[in-house]
């Protein structure tokens, strides 16, 4: 809490004003790292060549908005049932893991742009798939190259089973509700992009930075962060795709990761040889 003044007005000190300008640099961060060529980020890019890129912006980015609100409040909720101390533990073992694995990641990919081209091929797939299911197309559509020439995916029916068909006929009851309220495009976005990123490694580190930062900064970063990469996507996500490389993306998170790690472990120490251990004695009246 702000010390407060002999007016009654408070100031913030400079280790409060620190916390927060990390809070919110640690989760803008985190996102620009995680999410440039990964599937969400992909999907966007392929859906704005094939639909309005404002729509696609708005179910995408909206999604991800809906995403960093769960994810850290339900970091801010482990506080209260875990003591202070070991969420920062946790956190900076999840970056740890995290930061060796995208380290390991980094060093097994080939330089150049081969990846993210298999990534947008996969990102292709789930989305030729979801038309498939919700249009009754077959999957059999042209390649995402003949769509940017100009020519048209055929359309097929195709019947679907009748057990899947019971078990999903309310979630397209709801999609096919707001399809009608919100328009297909943004529910795809929305539906795919939230998908895509439930689960994610960009998920868990919100959840993390949630748990030990403020939740409300914590959730501006990540909101920001996403707001960029989706944009960047929308706007130019193909031609980006072409000339980034994703070994130095992955190498360039890895570090961040690792260095957020050991920042949290230092925390978590210092945190913890700061508990005060004396027992206080109160002096005895006298009779």
Same mark, same amino acid.
């Given at each position: %809490?702000?010390?407060? *003044?002999?007016?009654?007005?408070? +100031?913030?000190?400079?280790?409060?004003?620190?916390?927060?300008?990390?809070?919110?640099?640690?989760?803008?961060? %985190?996102? $620009?790292?995680?999410?440039?060529?990964?599937? +969400? =980020?992909?999907?966007?890019?392929?859906?704005? %060549?094939?639909?309005?890129?404002? $729509? !696609?912006?708005?179910g995408a980015f909206g999604s991800l908005v809906v995403m960093s609100i769960l994810s850290a409040a339900m970091g801010h909720l482990l506080p209260t049932l875990i003591p202070r101390r070991w969420t920062q533990v946790a956190a900076s073992i999840l970056f740890l893991v995290f930061g060796t694995k995208m380290l390991i990641e980094a060093k097994a990919m080939k330089s150049g742009n081969e990846k993210i081209q298999e990534e947008m091929k996969e990102a292709q797939e789930e989305i030729e798939d979801d038309e498939a299911e919700h249009e009754g197309r077959d999957g059999d559509d042209i390649p995402l190259e003949a769509v940017?020439?100009?020519?048209?995916? !055929?359309?097929?029916?195709?019947?679907?089973?009748?057990?899947?068909?019971?078990?999903?006929?309310?979630?397209?009851?709801?999609?096919?509700?707001?399809? *009608?309220?919100?328009?297909?495009?943004?529910?795809?976005?929305?539906? *795919? +992009?939230?998908?895509g990123e439930w689960g994610d490694r960009s998920q868990i580190a919100t959840i993390a930075l949630g748990a030990a930062h403020n939740v409300y900064l914590v959730t501006i970063g990540t909101v920001v962060g996403h707001g960029c990469c989706t944009a *960047?996507?929308? $706007?130019?996500?193909?031609? !980006?795709?072409?000339?980034?490389?994703?070994?130095?993306? +992955?190498?360039?998170?890895?570090?961040? =990761?690792?260095?957020?790690?050991i920042v949290y472990l230092y925390e978590a120490y210092t945190m913890g040889s700061d508990v005060d251990m004396s027992i206080p004695i109160t002096p005895s009246s006298e009779p």
């Open positions: %809490m702000a010390p407060a *003044l002999h007016d009654g007005t408070t +100031t913030t000190s400079p280790l409060t004003e620190e916390a927060s300008f990390q809070a919110l640099l640690q989760s803008f961060s %985190m996102i $620009i790292v995680s999410e440039i060529g990964d599937k +969400t =980020f992909l999907i966007a890019a392929i859906l704005a %060549m094939r639909h309005p890129r404002l $729509i !696609v912006f708005a940017e020439a100009g020519e048209r995916p !055929v359309h097929t029916r195709s019947p679907r089973p009748a057990a899947s068909k019971s078990k999903a006929s309310l979630a397209d009851g709801a999609r096919n509700f707001c399809s *009608l309220l919100l328009g297909p495009v943004f529910v795809q976005a929305f539906v *795919l +992009t939230f998908l *960047l996507a929308v $706007i130019g996500g193909r031609y !980006v795709s072409t000339k980034i490389s994703v070994k130095h993306v +992955t190498f360039g998170g890895s570090i961040l =990761f690792l260095i957020f790690g």
